[in-house]
């Protein structure tokens, strides 16, 4: 059997293993969140690591929370019908808004702007219909009856929460890995390089960019659903807004874009340092992390673009291979 | 095998196709030539698609592709070449030409795809290695690699936009044996678009010659030589071949 699947499923044993030894409900609730945030944050990468960087996954995960809590709260539909729903709207949300992008080929800082709208109008709606959604206050699911919790997706305990975040964490890894893995990879990079060429080759360009948008809009909308019925309380800053999206990007980047780990590699950083922060400073820092972060994406978009990860990755591949004197007369050859 | 009828386009107030209508029959080399400027890419960038025509229409195999979207447009059995090679960088030799195979012939089978990228690198002459980087490949590896690309798709119809102009003298020739061959053992149409007249003289069995968006000669390579309008559209763009075609000329009328 190969070793790399020996050792993820020792690793993943481990982690199911963990909450069961070691019950400090603190960490295990930093753990949480952790696992939550990496997988907003894989769900950005999907997208991102093809140069269609949105600054509007907020918008998406912001209609994951709030469509779900509002349907729980005002119509009594159960999240787990909630949030397949909160999903499909974030699905629609992010068509309508990347197909005209995408048909009309707004590419890079004006993709970017588009997305970036999208936050502020989520935002807006949500502060806006505040009757509905508690406006800036921030809003919580009705408590479910005792004995109604799973049907309510509530649960009080860490080490329930810890096991669901884990499984949505994996499953974002296998997403992440099965785009990987698939021709909409050679696509997208194709796609990124020069839309023209990849069109010369036969590639749909409007519908696998909406492809990887799609996908990566839906994981977001669960992660804000997830993160809404785990924390039982959302505002607009939390789960929506520019603040949102800026800190998937940061996380991302950080934690390097073009590994499957690198998304949770930047949810650790950043979720450590807006808890030592909170820890450290109390109120007085309300607001720094953002600062922290804004500073520390120049210094790493400058100095390490790959991301902590993707850099010790490539430090540890570049040990010279033998095989890299064949190539290099194979491609001697065929310049000829 | 193509029938293009009336086509124009205009960009703005300045025409740079004006009412072009030709025809290629299945099987044969048809070489399309003008100094730069003429509207030969314009005429491409509308066969293939990225382009759409002001008017006109463009009938392939008996089906109107003008204005459909380019991607349909190579599903449908166009391949086509870039005047200036646009390899991905981020993929490997390999996986440029079997990401034409996979999405190019529309069939989305990976198998299909590599063998179609083996077949079509082999017929090219590049290494089948999966790993080879493109930025190991020179300027004639990259055409090579643009023509693999295009065969990769599964084309009946090539669109060669070839300018050798980056090539020696040898390396230009290998190209041209190149279209013979693929239109001699894989039965490929062609268009070739070129703006040098002498090595594309030798293969094509046809010629049709643009100047400012129109059309002023075709037919076969000896004749057009000796027409008066390509004479004087090439005679100062173009030394060599003009000259050569100028010497033809003379000799014809018995100077």
Known sequence: ?336 | MLTVDGLVKRFGGFTAVNNVSFQVEKGEILGLIGPNGSGKSTIFNMLSGTLIPTAGSILFDGTEIAGKAPHRIINSGVGRTFQIPRPFHRLSIFENVALAGYYGQGSHSRAKADEAAERALAMVGLPTDRHASVDGLGAAGLKKLELAKALATGPKLLLADESLGGLDEHEMDQAADMLRKIRDELGITIIWVEHIMGVLMRVVDRVMVLDHGEKISEGLPSAVAGDPRVIEVYLGTDADSSQAAAGEARRKAGV
């Open chain 1, 1 to 336: 059997m190969n070793p790399r699947y020996i050792a993820s499923a020792v690793g993943l044993a481990a982690l199911v293993a963990l909450p069961f030894v070691y019950r400090e409900p603190y960490h295990l609730h930093i753990l949480v969140l952790i696992l939550i945030w990496s997988f907003a944050y894989t769900a950005w990468s999907i997208m991102g690591r093809f140069g269609l960087v949105s600054l509007g996954h907020g918008g998406f995960m912001g209609v994951g929370a709030y469509v779900t809590a509002l349907l729980w709260n005002h119509l009594g539909v159960s999240p787990w019908i909630g949030i397949p729903i909160s999903m499909v709207a974030a699905g629609v949300l992010a068509l309508i808004v990347a197909y005209p992008c995408f048909r009309f080929r707004i590419t890079g800082h004006y993709f970017v702007l588009v997305t970036l709208a999208l936050s502020g109008i989520v935002l807006q709606v949500i502060t806006a219909t505040r009757d509905y959604t508690g406006g800036s206050l921030g809003y919580t699911p009705n408590r479910a009856p005792s004995g109604k919790g799973l049907m309510a997706l509530q649960f009080d305990d860490k080490i329930t929460w810890y096991l669901i975040a884990l499984g949505v964490w994996v499953l974002g890894l296998l997403i992440w890995r099965w785009v990987d893995r698939s021709m909409t990879r050679y696509a997208m990079e194709a796609i990124s390089e020069d839309e023209d060429a990849a069109a010369a080759a036969g590639v749909n360009v409007t519908a696998e960019k909406l492809k990887v948008t799609l996908i990566s809009a839906l994981m977001t909308a669960l992660a804000g659903a997830l993160y809404c019925q785990y924390q039982m309380f959302i505002s607009p800053d939390t789960v929506s807004g520019i603040a949102v999206s800026l800190q998937m990007v940061f996380a991302v980047i950080v934690g390097g874009l073009y590994v499957s780990f690198g998304p949770t590699v930047g949810a650790i950083i950043t979720i450590m340092l807006a808890e030592i922060l909170r820890i450290g400073f109390g109120t007085k820092a309300v607001g720094w992390d953002n600062l922290v972060y804004g500073v520390l994406l120049v210094v790493f978009i400058i100095f390490l673009p790959k991301g902590i990860l993707g850099s010790v990755l490539d430090r540890w591949k570049t040990q010279p291979k033998p095989t890299e004197r064949n190539e290099q007369e194979i491609l001697k050859a065929a310049r000829r």
